[in-house]
Every structure is written in C-alpha cells, then in structure tokens.
C-alpha cells in the first residue's frame, strides 16, 4: 500500500484522506498551512457591484455573515464544485460553477462583466492572475481577503511519529506555501532517508516551481489544477 503524505489544511486534508482510502492508499495528515479568517468591513463593499467572483472555498467559509448578507442576492461565480458547494451553503441564491480553472473563470466572466464591477472573495496570499485577466477586460475587482494562510511547522520528532520512521512514497502539494515548508522538510538531516524515494504531486506548475532547485526530486503536475485531476494523476504513477 503506497504512503501518501498529505500537506494541506483541514477541513481538506480529511477529505482528501477518505478518497485516498477508497482508492486503495494510505493517507498521512501533515498540514503545512493553516487559514485564519481576516477582519473585513462589509460598509467598504461598493453599491455597484454586478456579481461575485470566488475561486477558493476557503474564501466563503472565513467570510462574515454581514459580507454573505450584503452579498448573497448576487449572482456568484465559482472556479469549480467545491467552492460553489460552499457557496450555496453560506447563502448565495444564484451560483455558477466553473471550469475548476481560476483564469478559464476570469475569461468567461471577462465577457459578461466589462466595465462593470465585481466582488472578489479570496485570500490574502493568492494567484493574481485572475484578478490581472479581469482588469485587462475593464472588470473593475474589488477584492476582499477574508482568510489568511499561514505556514505550520513541525518538529522532527513529531514528522518521525506520523510516518513511524518509514518511507514516504507520494507527497501531495496543493499550495506554494507548503510546497516551501515541504522543501525545507525533506531537506532536513533526520527527514532525508524518508523522503530519498518519495514521488511529489503539485497541484499546478506554478506549485511545484515553490519547491526551488531540488532537482533530485521526482516532481509530477496535474493536468488540471484540482484534486480530481491530482488524484487522477497519483493513481496512475507507475
């Protein structure tokens, strides 16, 4: 049974280790990053604004009831099934799922949105991208950070524990965050031989550029950036 190391926050990381169940693995929880909701005023929301963009389910679930209350009667554009679930369940009445790709959203909204303006629920620590596309399209995005990420550290002693001295066969990377934390892991002196072998997942290219100059390391990129497409590409490592 192949060990798979999981580095994202909860709530994901145990969902994430009941689909590795199920498939045939065996999970091991290690959250490199942990989201803390932001303070945010609802009063600094525009009176113009034509929709909502989110492209993180994280973003819905730190939001305030009084932003989800000014803000529900829109209608929401999410980046794919888990951030619209998310959506439906904090309130929003009208909900778009999109593609599970933040730009193939930017361009789909660019269309229906130029010159008007939009409400982006989203992290403080985020891929512009998104935001860069809309404004390109005379979107105007007003931003607001509802969550902030913040990097875990663990201890040898306590990554030993978890792994019971064994070798890691996968490491799943969801963020370049914990992509950084994980480097910095698998580089130190009493983690290395459990980490010699291991096969590392990123979410997107940009994800596994975060892991620097390891070369050595055995980097593989999901076709699509979400977990299905990442999964997908675990089950079929040789």
Partial sequence: ???????????????????????????????????????????????????VAITSANAVRHAPR????????????????RSAEAARKAGFLSVNEGPGDAEALADGMAIAFSGKTIV????????????????????QVHAVETYGTLAVTHSEEAVLQL??????????????????EMQVLARRPALQSAFENTHFFALSARIAVAFGDSTGKAMHVAARPDEEALLALLRARP
């Fill in 120 to 139: 982006y629920l989203c992290g403080r620590v985020r891929f512009h991208a998104f935001e860069q596309r809309l404004k390109a399209a005379h979107v």
């Fill in 66 to 81: 009084d932003i989800i209350a000014v803000l529900s009667n829109l209608p929401c554009y999410a980046v794919g099934r």
């Fill in 163 to 180: 792994i019971s001295g064994q070798s890691v066969d996968a490491v799943l990377l969801y963020s370049a965050k914990a992509t950084a």
């Fill in 1 to 51: 049974m192949l060990r798979v190391l999981v580095t994202r926050p909860e709530p994901g990381a145990s969902r994430t280790a009941r689909k590795l169940e199920e498939t045939g693995f065996e999970p091991l929880l290690l959250p490199l990053t942990e989201t803390r909701a932001l303070p945010v005023d609802a009063k600094g929301v525009p009176d113009d604004v034509a929709a």
